[in-house]
Protein backbone atom coordinates (compact mmCIF):
# COMPACT_ATOMS: atom_id res chain seq x y z
CA UNK A 1 0.00 0.00 0.00
CA UNK A 2 1.09 3.83 -0.85
CA UNK A 3 -0.01 6.59 0.96
CA UNK A 4 1.29 8.77 -1.65
CA UNK A 5 -0.16 6.74 -4.12
CA UNK A 6 -3.44 6.27 -2.71
CA UNK A 7 -3.40 9.92 -2.24
CA UNK A 8 -5.46 12.36 0.81
CA UNK A 9 -8.65 9.91 1.30
CA UNK A 10 -10.12 7.03 3.94
CA UNK A 11 -9.79 3.42 1.74
CA UNK A 12 -11.85 0.87 2.73
CA UNK A 13 -10.13 -3.09 2.87
CA UNK A 14 -11.73 -6.14 3.64
CA UNK A 15 -9.75 -8.68 4.74
CA UNK A 16 -11.36 -12.50 4.14
CA UNK A 17 -9.96 -15.69 6.07
CA UNK A 18 -11.51 -18.71 4.05
CA UNK A 19 -11.28 -22.41 5.49
CA UNK A 20 -13.15 -24.47 3.78
CA UNK A 21 -16.79 -23.72 3.71
CA UNK A 22 -16.84 -21.04 5.88
CA UNK A 23 -15.25 -17.34 5.81
CA UNK A 24 -14.99 -14.42 8.37
CA UNK A 25 -14.24 -10.49 6.79
CA UNK A 26 -13.63 -8.11 9.08
CA UNK A 27 -13.40 -4.30 7.49
CA UNK A 28 -10.22 -2.44 8.21
CA UNK A 29 -10.38 1.56 7.38
CA UNK A 30 -7.04 3.22 6.19
CA UNK A 31 -6.68 7.05 6.54
CA UNK A 32 -4.39 9.10 4.50
CA UNK A 33 -3.95 12.99 5.86
CA UNK A 34 -2.27 15.71 4.42
CA UNK A 35 1.26 16.65 4.59
CA UNK A 36 1.15 20.25 3.98
CA UNK A 37 4.92 21.29 2.88
CA UNK A 38 6.40 24.33 3.86
CA UNK A 39 6.58 27.11 1.27
CA UNK A 40 8.73 30.50 1.65
CA UNK A 41 7.11 33.42 1.32
CA UNK A 42 9.12 36.39 0.32
CA UNK A 43 12.53 36.97 -0.22
CA UNK A 44 15.81 34.94 1.44
CA UNK A 45 18.23 37.76 0.65
CA UNK A 46 19.22 40.60 2.85
CA UNK A 47 21.78 43.38 3.08
CA UNK A 48 24.11 43.65 6.03
CA UNK A 49 23.24 46.68 7.02
CA UNK A 50 19.68 45.80 8.54
CA UNK A 51 19.03 44.97 12.45
CA UNK A 52 16.06 42.68 11.14
CA UNK A 53 15.18 40.57 9.19
CA UNK A 54 11.94 38.79 8.77
CA UNK A 55 12.18 34.83 7.34
CA UNK A 56 9.01 34.24 6.25
CA UNK A 57 7.71 30.70 5.93
CA UNK A 58 4.23 29.44 5.16
CA UNK A 59 4.45 26.76 7.85
CA UNK A 60 2.02 24.44 7.02
CA UNK A 61 -1.43 23.58 8.67
CA UNK A 62 -1.32 22.05 13.02
CA UNK A 63 2.12 23.46 13.34
CA UNK A 64 4.05 21.69 16.15
CA UNK A 65 7.49 20.61 16.88
CA UNK A 66 9.10 23.25 14.66
CA UNK A 67 12.89 23.34 14.38
CA UNK A 68 14.76 25.41 12.19
CA UNK A 69 18.33 25.09 11.29
CA UNK A 70 21.10 26.67 9.83
CA UNK A 71 24.51 25.58 8.50
CA UNK A 72 27.22 28.30 7.14
CA UNK A 73 28.22 27.56 3.50
CA UNK A 74 30.30 30.51 3.40
CA UNK A 75 30.14 33.06 6.31
CA UNK A 76 31.59 32.43 10.06
CA UNK A 77 28.07 33.86 11.44
CA UNK A 78 25.50 32.14 13.27
CA UNK A 79 21.93 32.67 12.33
CA UNK A 80 19.32 32.94 15.24
CA UNK A 81 16.14 33.34 15.26
CA UNK A 82 13.59 35.35 17.20
CA UNK A 83 9.85 35.36 16.13
CA UNK A 84 11.06 34.76 13.02
CA UNK A 85 13.71 37.42 12.89
CA UNK A 86 17.42 37.56 12.71
CA UNK A 87 20.10 40.76 12.78
CA UNK A 88 21.98 40.14 9.32
CA UNK A 89 24.26 43.13 10.58
CA UNK A 90 25.23 40.70 13.15
CA UNK A 91 26.04 37.87 11.08
CA UNK A 92 27.31 39.38 8.61
CA UNK A 93 28.60 38.71 4.88
CA UNK A 94 27.53 35.05 3.78
CA UNK A 95 25.65 31.65 2.74
CA UNK A 96 23.63 29.64 4.54
CA UNK A 97 21.56 26.20 4.35
CA UNK A 98 18.13 26.50 5.97
CA UNK A 99 16.06 23.72 7.02
CA UNK A 100 12.82 23.92 8.41
CA UNK A 101 10.51 20.94 9.57
CA UNK A 102 7.63 20.33 11.62
CA UNK A 103 4.99 17.44 12.97
CA UNK A 104 1.69 18.09 12.47
CA UNK A 105 -1.51 17.45 14.70
CA UNK A 106 -2.17 14.27 13.01
CA UNK A 107 1.62 13.18 13.52
CA UNK A 108 2.85 13.96 9.69
CA UNK A 109 6.38 15.57 8.78
CA UNK A 110 7.09 18.18 6.27
CA UNK A 111 10.27 19.71 5.60
CA UNK A 112 12.05 22.58 3.66
CA UNK A 113 15.32 23.44 2.52
CA UNK A 114 16.36 26.30 0.86
CA UNK A 115 19.68 28.99 0.73
CA UNK A 116 19.63 32.57 3.02
CA UNK A 117 22.17 35.30 1.73
CA UNK A 118 23.13 38.29 3.39
CA UNK A 119 25.28 40.82 0.74
CA UNK A 120 27.87 43.34 1.67
CA UNK A 121 26.22 47.29 2.14
CA UNK A 122 28.53 49.26 0.34
CA UNK A 123 30.14 52.22 2.36
CA UNK A 124 28.47 55.78 1.59
CA UNK A 125 30.48 57.79 -0.32
CA UNK A 126 32.39 60.88 0.63
CA UNK A 127 32.02 63.04 -1.78
CA UNK A 128 34.80 66.52 -3.27
CA UNK A 129 34.87 69.55 -1.40
CA UNK A 130 35.91 71.56 -4.24
CA UNK A 131 34.86 75.35 -4.72
CA UNK A 132 33.77 76.12 -8.37
CA UNK A 133 33.62 79.57 -9.78
CA UNK A 134 30.70 80.92 -11.94
CA UNK A 135 31.52 79.47 -15.42
CA UNK A 136 33.41 76.72 -14.28
CA UNK A 137 32.32 72.75 -15.20
CA UNK A 138 31.30 71.62 -11.90
CA UNK A 139 32.88 68.30 -11.65
CA UNK A 140 32.25 66.34 -8.50
CA UNK A 141 34.20 63.14 -7.09
CA UNK A 142 33.49 60.70 -4.67
CA UNK A 143 35.60 58.67 -2.55
CA UNK A 144 34.20 55.44 -0.63
CA UNK A 145 34.43 51.23 -0.97
CA UNK A 146 32.81 51.47 -4.50
CA UNK A 147 33.58 54.93 -5.69
CA UNK A 148 32.77 53.32 -9.32
CA UNK A 149 29.41 52.52 -8.73
CA UNK A 150 27.94 55.66 -7.50
CA UNK A 151 24.44 57.20 -8.82
CA UNK A 152 23.90 60.86 -8.57
CA UNK A 153 20.43 62.22 -7.68
CA UNK A 154 18.68 65.25 -7.66
CA UNK A 155 15.83 64.31 -4.55
CA UNK A 156 17.13 63.01 -1.20
CA UNK A 157 14.23 60.04 -2.34
CA UNK A 158 16.90 58.45 -4.50
CA UNK A 159 14.78 57.04 -6.56
CA UNK A 160 14.57 56.12 -10.60
CA UNK A 161 12.40 59.75 -11.02
CA UNK A 162 14.96 61.71 -9.61
CA UNK A 163 18.32 59.45 -10.76
CA UNK A 164 20.49 62.45 -12.88
CA UNK A 165 24.05 60.18 -13.53
CA UNK A 166 25.94 57.81 -12.79
CA UNK A 167 29.88 57.16 -12.70
CA UNK A 168 32.50 58.54 -10.77
CA UNK A 169 33.77 61.69 -11.48
CA UNK A 170 30.65 63.38 -12.47
CA UNK A 171 29.40 66.06 -14.74
CA UNK A 172 27.09 68.39 -13.11
CA UNK A 173 26.70 71.29 -14.79
CA UNK A 174 28.68 74.50 -15.68
CA UNK A 175 28.27 76.90 -12.99
CA UNK A 176 25.78 79.96 -13.17
CA UNK A 177 25.52 82.93 -10.68
CA UNK A 178 21.88 81.22 -10.22
CA UNK A 179 23.84 78.87 -8.11
CA UNK A 180 25.11 81.58 -6.38
CA UNK A 181 21.99 83.13 -5.35
CA UNK A 182 20.31 79.71 -5.39
CA UNK A 183 22.84 76.91 -3.86
CA UNK A 184 21.98 73.69 -5.67
CA UNK A 185 22.07 70.06 -3.78
CA UNK A 186 22.90 66.82 -5.17
CA UNK A 187 22.01 63.53 -3.51
CA UNK A 188 24.53 60.64 -4.49
CA UNK A 189 24.45 56.47 -3.06
CA UNK A 190 26.86 54.02 -3.55
CA UNK A 191 25.36 50.41 -5.13
CA UNK A 192 26.40 47.18 -5.77
CA UNK A 193 24.21 44.14 -7.70
CA UNK A 194 22.41 43.58 -4.20
CA UNK A 195 22.46 46.53 -1.72
CA UNK A 196 22.65 50.39 -1.51
CA UNK A 197 24.62 52.73 0.90
CA UNK A 198 22.89 55.51 2.71
CA UNK A 199 22.14 58.29 0.94
CA UNK A 200 24.79 61.71 1.46
CA UNK A 201 24.22 65.21 0.44
CA UNK A 202 26.26 67.75 -0.92
CA UNK A 203 25.51 71.47 -1.72
CA UNK A 204 27.61 72.91 -4.33
CA UNK A 205 29.59 75.55 -3.29
CA UNK A 206 29.52 78.36 -6.13
CA UNK A 207 31.24 81.76 -5.95
CA UNK A 208 30.92 84.43 -7.72
CA UNK A 209 33.46 85.58 -10.49
CA UNK A 210 35.55 88.79 -9.50
CA UNK A 211 34.13 92.04 -10.85
CA UNK A 212 37.38 93.30 -12.22
CA UNK A 213 38.33 96.79 -13.33
CA UNK A 214 41.60 97.60 -14.95
CA UNK A 215 43.20 101.25 -14.44
CA UNK A 216 46.78 102.63 -15.25
CA UNK A 217 49.05 105.12 -14.18
CA UNK A 218 51.72 106.77 -16.91
CA UNK A 219 52.74 109.99 -17.80
CA UNK A 220 51.35 110.70 -21.42
CA UNK A 221 53.58 112.71 -24.14
CA UNK A 222 52.53 115.71 -22.64
CA UNK A 223 53.23 115.16 -19.27
CA UNK A 224 49.66 113.95 -17.65
CA UNK A 225 49.10 111.25 -15.39
CA UNK A 226 46.03 109.49 -16.53
CA UNK A 227 44.09 106.66 -15.27
CA UNK A 228 41.83 105.76 -18.28
CA UNK A 229 41.94 101.97 -19.98
CA UNK A 230 41.50 101.52 -22.67
CA UNK A 231 42.59 98.47 -24.21
CA UNK A 232 42.56 99.63 -27.67
CA UNK A 233 44.02 103.02 -27.07
CA UNK A 234 47.65 103.08 -28.13
CA UNK A 235 50.11 105.04 -25.78
CA UNK A 236 52.56 107.46 -26.96
CA UNK A 237 55.89 108.92 -25.19
CA UNK A 238 59.09 109.35 -25.17
CA UNK A 239 60.73 105.93 -24.30
CA UNK A 240 61.70 104.55 -21.77
CA UNK A 241 58.37 105.13 -19.70
CA UNK A 242 56.76 103.45 -16.82
CA UNK A 243 53.01 102.18 -17.07
CA UNK A 244 51.64 100.32 -14.05
CA UNK A 245 48.35 98.41 -14.25
CA UNK A 246 46.23 97.45 -11.32
CA UNK A 247 43.37 95.02 -11.13
Known sequence: FSPSFAGIDTAFLTISDSNGLCASTQPLII????VDTPQV????EFCDNLTSAYINVDKGWNVGNAAWSFTPITGSGNITLSNG?????SV??????MQYSYTNLNGCTGSLVDTIQVFRTPLEPTLSSDIFCVGEDVIISANGSDPDSVYWYSTSSADSSSLI??????????ASQDDVDNPKTVFARAENEHCVSDVVSYIIPVTPSPSVSISRSYLDSTGNNTTTYDQYEIIYGDAPFDITFRA
Open 31 to 34: TVNA
Open 85 to 89: KFNPS
Open 41 to 44: VGDL
Open 92 to 97: GEGTWQ
Open 165 to 174: GAGNPYFWNV
